[in-house]
């Protein structure tokens, strides 16, 4: 079975970053998209960033300039760089991954068709 395991989060300053790794275990092939998401209290989930099968990546408004998805598929581990972190970007971050493709389920990232889901890693960002 695919298990997720996300590690890297911790407390850092504001304008620091902060590096999220998320390890894969238990598949045969690669996935179509994989992604990082976040949930700060009080709030909706949300999609951070991505990245499918084409390598093509997508990132949320919030982020852009700042973060950076990647991943090393000998290693089978995604990974998020965060730079210049804000007190905003503090929230509980997760790896997910889906294999299934259907047109009908919009672009990679979309949060509700995402089949695997890591624990999470909780990110802090002080001041």
């Known amino acids: 079975q695919v298990q997720l395991v996300e590690s890297g989060g911790g407390s850092v300053q504001a304008g620091g970053s902060l590096r999220l790794s998320c390890a894969a275990f238990?598949?045969?092939?690669?996935?179509?998209?994989m992604g990082w998401f976040r949930q700060a209290p009080g709030k909706e989930r949300e999609g951070v960033a991505s990245?499918?099968?084409?390598?093509?990546?997508d990132y949320a408004d919030s982020v852009k300039g700042r973060f950076t998805i990647s991943r090393d598929k000998a290693e089978n581990t995604l990974y998020l760089q965060m730079n210049s972190v804000k007190s905003e970007d503090t929230a509980m971050y997760y790896c997910a991954a889906r294999w299934i493709y259907n047109s009908d389920y919009g672009v990679c990232g979309t949060t509700d068709y995402m089949e695997y889901w890591g624990k999470g890693t909780l990110v802090t960002i002080s001041s």
């Open positions: 238990g598949y045969n092939w690669g996935p179509y998209c």
């Open positions: 990245i499918d099968a084409d390598d093509s990546t």
